[in-house]
Nanobody, 128 residues
């Protein structure tokens, strides 16, 4: 049974930084692409970033490129999202996602709701 537990959210001023962590268990972590998504009040959940199973490739939403960095530590079964230069519009609940199928990252972006396991989310609030 896959379990994903996010941590690291909180309240930060605009221009500040936060690092989110997601600890995974239940499967061989190093076989699966991982992603971060977010959902702001009144909006649909949206893609933020993804990383391949071996950490070799990353992908980002245009809105966070150059500010956010996704990484993973397969020895610790953990994926991270380093968020710098935060803006009020980054305020959202951030969700960790693990691809259901091994060795593929595309479904995380194209059909995440049916292609991933999800964590419970962690709130990030950026004040102006």
């Amino acid at each position: 049974q896959v379990q994903l537990v996010e941590s690291g959210g909180g309240l930060v001023q605009a221009g500040g930084s936060l690092r989110l962590s997601c600890a995974a268990s239940g499967r061989t972590f190093s076989m699966y692409a991982m992603g971060w998504f977010r959902q702001a009040p009144g909006k649909e959940r949206e893609f933020v970033a993804a990383v391949t199973w071996n950490g070799g490739l990353t992908d980002y939403a245009d809105s966070v490129k150059g500010r956010f960095t996704i990484s993973r530590d397969n020895a610790k079964n953990t994926v991270y999202l380093q968020m710098n230069s935060l803006k009020p519009e980054d305020t959202a609940v951030y969700y960790c996602a693990e691809a259901r199928r091994p060795y593929t990252i595309t479904p995380l972006k194209t059909s995440p709701e049916e292609s991933a396991y999800w964590g419970q989310g962690t709130q990030v609030t950026v004040s102006s």
